[in-house]
């Protein structure tokens, strides 16, 4: 039954996460063409210089490199919010509440309902991940054909971990508050506080970068020069921790 339940919903949703799969494809393809390209000077020394502590100026390397706006802030910004978005869709847009609660109406173990959820929505992190990071290593080799754009690819376990956090954390923030609109917005506002944490070297006198998740999504890829495994490690055990909330909340619902 409950892989019946992930199948129902990959095929209900399948065009959708197709046309979404494509544009991903297309959009990162543009930026690793972008980043790239030699007037940008080459992806890789730059993002490493960047993330790598002390060897660089934070705000020289925006002006030297300003490629690196769209892979550090646009790429982990649209896994994130797809991961909000289709969070949004899968337990709380109008027609899946209807779902839920007919479901639900049957002897059907909530877990098993929620289980099936949570399985698209590892499945539809896994693939979107895997589009922008597909997309961006053939735009990279593209331009640099030496260069097979392989490195991208190291970024994708922590990629993959970014997009549920949020789906899972707004989710939660959603069953928490009266109105889906409110967790949404505090869902957003989780974020922007991920942006403002990584760039507080720049806008106070108070470094707070380690704090923040795109910190230990950067330090996990092999651009830098000692990439880390524990802001991995730390990622995983706090997506499981908001997860078991979100069941925690989920199992106490009135989806009905």
């Not at 063409?33 to 993002?47: F, K, N």
Request: proline share 4%.
């Amino acid at each position: 039954m409950l892989l019946e339940l992930i199948v129902d919903l990959f095929r209900e949703q399948k065009s959708r996460l197709l046309r979404y799969i494509a544009i991903l494809s297309a959009a990162s393809l543009v930026l690793g063409v972008l980043t790239t390209r030699v007037r940008y000077g080459p992806l890789i020394p730059s993002l490493a210089a960047w993330i790598n502590e002390g060897s660089v100026d934070m705000h020289m390397a925006l002006q030297n490199h300003p490629a690196l706006v769209y892979v550090v802030f646009i790429l982990p910004l649209v896994l994130a919010g797809l991961g909000m978005w289709e969070c949004l869709r899968l337990f709380f847009s109008s027609a899946s509440r209807r779902t839920l609660g007919y479901i639900l109406a049957y002897p059907l173990p909530r877990w098993m309902v929620f289980a099936s959820r949570v399985t698209f929505l590892a499945g539809t992190g896994l693939l979107y991940a895997t589009a922008l990071c597909a997309g961006f290593s053939i735009g990279q080799t593209l331009v640099s054909p030496q260069d097979t754009g392989w490195m991208i690819w190291s970024y994708l376990p922590a990629a993959f971990l970014l997009y549920i956090f949020y789906a899972f954390l707004t989710a939660a923030f959603v069953f928490l508050t009266p109105h889906v609109w409110h967790g949404a917005l505090l869902g957003g506002i989780a974020l922007m506080g991920m942006y403002l944490f990584f760039l507080s070297p720049i806008l106070t006198s108070v470094n707070l970068r380690e704090f923040s998740l795109l910190t230990a999504y950067l330090q996990t890829g092999w651009a830098v020069d000692h990439p880390s495994l524990i802001g991995l490690m730390a990622a995983m055990v706090l997506n499981i921790l908001v997860g078991a909330g979100l069941w925690w909340l989920f199992d106490r619902a009135d989806l009905d």
